[in-house]
């Protein structure tokens, strides 16, 4: 927690960063014990700690905006969970004053934010809200979606500068509000979810550009085919047949010293392709972790980060992390 003081300038805080990876729930609790054991501890926490409000940091990877129209930030409105692979379908409670206020709010200080009302959001946002909240509609959520998985993402330093923005907006409701940023460390997802230019075929193309509305690529035959990939990436993980050979360990210890040292305009200088090149792909998704540490930090700058859990070597595929506020 981050002040246990309700006073009449802000209200209580909370911050989680955790990664939506869908093999967390494919595969079982028992593959990675000490993994959960440290996820189950914040989600009591953040139980104990009640939050009248949750603001989501979280990302898409082309199952509800496709490239058509890919926009860097969007606050959702109107938000609608899919049922994809590792994720959990149902209607977020987006409490419409917080949401247009926080917009607006954005935009006059000159964050040119897109909105949604009638925003799809998978497990990039859907994984974290479940194993926090349970059901997705059991608390008021906010959800900001980051563009992570196309060209051009936006700067380091302009996740850093919208997610301060949103803490100041929090701080103005006088809440207890609960940031979470949702994603993972150092992966690979080109191979699943390509750019424009190296998709490999002309129907996968079609798929990412207008998610299955023109093509022979649909998206449920998208969705199902991750599915299918990911019950069988599994199973190498678990069988020891395959090993995710992305991992950066070191890189992974590099961000996670770096974003919990105090002083986040390190990230300023960090570049995209300095990223891609270190932490694959996915390793792009730190961009919600920096915007909800931000966000965290300017509600509170009395918060202190910690670093609860770090392996490279689990059966997710993925540089596993755990950070959290108090």
């Given at each position: 927690?981050?002040?246990?003081?309700?006073?009449?300038?802000?209200?209580?805080?909370?911050?989680?960063?955790?990664?939506?990876?869908?093999?967390?729930?494919?595969?079982?609790?028992?593959?990675?014990?000490?993994?959960?054991?440290?996820?189950?501890?914040?989600?009591?926490?953040?139980?104990?700690f009640?939050?009248?409000?949750?603001?989501?940091?979280?990302?898409?990877?082309?199952?509800?905006?496709?490239?058509?129209?890919?926009?860097?930030?969007?606050?959702?409105?109107?938000?609608?969970?899919?049922?994809?692979?590792?994720?959990?379908?149902?209607?977020?409670?987006?409490?419409?004053?917080?949401?247009?206020?926080?917009?607006?709010?954005?935009?006059?200080?000159?964050?040119?934010?897109?909105?949604?009302?009638?925003?799809?959001?998978?497990?990039?946002?859907?994984?974290?809200?479940?194993?926090?909240?349970?059901?997705?509609?059991?608390k008021?959520?906010?959800?900001?979606?980051?563009?992570?998985?196309?060209?051009?993402?936006?700067?380091?330093?302009?996740?850093?500068?919208?997610?301060?923005?949103?803490?100041?907006?929090?701080?103005?409701?006088?809440?207890?509000?609960?940031?979470?940023?949702?994603?993972g460390l150092?992966?690979?997802?080109?191979?699943?979810?390509?750019?424009?230019?190296?998709?490999?075929?002309?129907?996968?193309?079609d798929?990412?550009?207008?998610?299955?509305?023109?093509?022979?690529?649909s998206?449920?035959?998208?969705?199902?085919?991750?599915?299918?990939?990911?019950?069988?990436?599994?199973?190498?993980?678990?069988?020891?047949?395959?090993?995710?050979?992305?991992?950066?360990?070191?890189?992974?210890?590099?961000?996670?010293?770096?974003?919990?040292?105090?002083?986040?305009?390190?990230?300023?200088?960090?570049?995209?392709?300095?990223?891609?090149?270190?932490?694959?792909?996915?390793?792009?998704?730190?961009?919600?972790?920096?915007?909800?540490?931000?966000?965290?930090?300017?509600?509170?700058?009395?918060?202190?980060?910690?670093?609860?859990?770090?392996?490279?070597?689990?059966?997710?595929?993925?540089?596993?992390?755990?950070?959290?506020?108090?």
């Amino acid at each position: 927690m981050i002040n246990q003081e309700n006073t009449s300038q802000n209200g209580q805080g909370y911050l989680a960063c955790v990664p939506h990876v869908p093999l967390v729930t494919v595969q079982g609790r028992q593959a990675n014990r000490d993994f959960w054991e440290v996820y189950d501890e914040r989600v009591r926490e953040f139980k104990e700690f009640d939050p009248e409000l949750v603001i989501v940091f979280g990302g898409d990877h082309y199952d509800g905006i496709h490239l058509n129209l890919m926009p860097q930030f969007v606050v959702g409105q109107i938000a609608t969970a899919l049922n994809d692979c590792g994720g959990y379908p149902g209607r977020l409670d987006i409490p419409r004053d917080v949401a247009s206020a926080a917009a607006a709010h954005l935009v006059e200080r000159d964050f040119d934010v897109a909105t949604s009302y009638a925003m799809e959001v998978d497990h990039g946002f859907s994984n974290v809200l479940h194993h926090f909240l349970g059901e997705l509609d059991a608390k008021p959520v906010l959800p900001v979606h980051i563009n992570t998985i196309a060209d051009p993402r936006p700067t380091f330093r302009r996740c850093r500068q919208i997610g301060a923005e949103i803490g100041r907006f929090a701080r103005t409701l006088n809440k207890r509000v609960a940031f979470l940023g949702s994603g993972g460390l150092s992966h690979q997802t080109d191979f699943i979810f390509p750019q424009y230019d190296t998709a490999p075929t002309d129907v996968v193309r079609d798929y990412i550009v207008s998610g299955g509305k023109r093509g022979t690529l649909s998206r449920e035959k998208w969705m199902a085919d991750i599915g299918t990939g990911m019950d069988k990436l599994s199973g190498q993980l678990l069988d020891g047949s395959f090993h995710a050979s992305w991992i950066n360990e070191d890189w992974d210890k590099e961000f996670l010293t770096a974003l919990t040292g105090g002083d986040l305009t390190v990230f300023d200088t960090w570049t995209d392709a300095d990223v891609l090149k270190a932490a694959g792909y996915g390793g792009s998704e730190i961009r919600q972790w920096i915007a909800a540490v931000a966000a965290a930090q300017e509600f509170d700058d009395r918060s202190t980060l910690t670093v609860d859990f770090y392996s490279p070597n689990t059966t997710l595929a993925v540089g596993v992390g755990i950070v959290h506020a108090r």
